[in-house]
Nanobody, 120 residues
Framework: DVQLVESGGGSVQAGGSLRLSCTAS????????MGWSRQAPGKEREAIGT???????SIRDSVKGRFTISRDGSKKTLYLQMDNLEPEDTAAYHC???????????????WGQGTQVTVS
């Protein structure tokens, strides 16, 4: 089965760091696009950022400078390095994979179950 498995979530104090991982398994191809999103209780899911082909990343302005997206050499594991965490970062973090659409946007078709991050 094709699946994305996130790990690395947990509880941390404000100012701390966490590194989330997302590994794609069961894929016979390297996803052109992988990305992270998050959803806090009572709020809509928001995109955090994407990695295209393991070389081009983008990240939302509100976490720029604190969060970094990267992909490993196999290009099937995506990371989210989160530093200087704030209570407002508390959410379920999900990764997704898909293909690159015309115009450079990501078309996600595989989603992970999510990993919880709690900042106090």
């Amino acid at each position: 089965d094709v699946q994305l498995v996130e790990s690395g979530g947990g509880s941390v104090q404000a100012g701390g760091s966490l590194r989330l991982s997302c590994t794609a398994s069961g894929l016979t191809y390297i996803p052109g696009c992988m990305g992270w999103s998050r959803q806090a209780p009572g709020k809509e899911r928001e995109a955090i950022g994407t990695d295209i082909n393991g070389g081009r990343t983008s990240i939302r302005d509100s976490v720029k400078g604190r969060f970094t997206i990267s992909r490993d050499g196999s290009k099937k594991t995506l990371y989210l390095q989160m530093d200087n965490l704030e209570p407002e970062d508390t959410a379920a973090y999900h990764c997704a994979a898909g293909r690159v659409l015309s115009g450079g946007m990501c078309g996600f078709n595989i989603w992970g179950q999510g990993t919880q991050v709690t900042v106090s």
